[in-house]
T-cell receptor, first 114, second 113 residues
Framework: SQQGEEDPQALSIQEGENATMNCSYK?????LQWYRQNSGRGLVHLIL?????REKHSGRLRVTLDTSKKSSSLLITASRAADTASYFC??????????????FGQGTRLTINP | KAGVTQTPRYLIKTRGQQVTLSCSPI?????VSWYQQTPGQGLQFLFE???????NKGNFPGRFSGRQFSNSRSEMNVSTLELGDSALYLC????????????FGPGTRLTVL
């Protein structure tokens, strides 16, 4: 079963607006990562937030993590048409088995309208 | 550095056949993971290889197998293909100790007829 659940499943906004996506997960994590996927292509790593961090920024991206609520959010400010893509959160619980394994959510499909 | 490469990019097979997909990780990356992506199930972890050993495995039937070579290149094999195996198969490589940040290839689109 999926560890992460993204919300909403789809989001459509106007160019220049901010986009917020949420991710909830079920068990303790090592870190949480966000990835972007353009249609039918491979995923691109956007940002990683460790379990002991609460907020992180990278350019127009802002990620928050609330481990007490087991949730994270990704904010994209001043959206552009090129931000149209699917966004996935992925939780890393690699410390459990000593092996590397990311568990991905179902993703949020973001559409930026010109 | 060159990114993760996957071959072939597109593949069409019929039920009952077998298929082998190839993945070349980023130079210096010793961990390679495979994922299956379908519209219904999303991204599902298949397995991870590190130093030619399978280190972790997802919940897939034994028809799905893989291996890793000494140069870290990896292959995955699916035998006795079923219609439900139609998917985008993604390979990702990781630099050891880099907090499991994964670098994905473009994927192989497999269609089973």
């Amino acid at each position: 079963s999926q560890q992460g659940e993204e919300d909403p499943q789809a989001l459509s906004i106007q160019e220049g607006e901010n986009a917020t996506m949420n991710c909830s997960y079920k068990t303790s994590i090592n870190n949480l990562q966000w990835y972007r996927q353009n249609s039918g292509r491979g995923l691109v790593h956007l940002i990683l937030i460790r379990s002991n961090e609460r907020e992180k920024h990278s350019g127009r991206l802002r990620v928050t993590l609330d481990t007490s609520k087991k949730s994270s959010s990704l904010l994209i400010t001043a959206s552009r048409a090129a931000d149209t893509a699917s966004y996935f959160c992925a939780t890393d619980r690699s410390w459990i088995q000593g092996a590397q394994k990311l568990v991905f959510g179902q993703g949020t499909r973001l559409t930026i309208n010109p | 550095k060159a990114g993760v490469t996957q071959t072939p990019r597109y593949l069409i097979k019929t039920r009952g056949q077998q298929v082998t997909l190839s993945c070349s990780p980023i130079s210096g990356h010793r961990s390679v993971s495979w994922y299956q992506q379908t519209p219904g199930q999303g991204l599902q972890f298949l397995f991870e290889y590190f130093s030619e050993t399978q280190r972790n495995k997802g919940n897939f039937p034994g028809r799905f197998s893989g291996r890793q070579f000494s140069n870290s290149r990896s292959e995955m094999n699916v035998s006795t293909l079923e219609l439900g195996d139609s998917a985008l198969y993604l390979c990702a490589s990781t630099l050891t100790g880099a907090e499991n940040t994964q670098y994905f290839g473009p994927g192989t689109r497999l269609t089973v007829l």
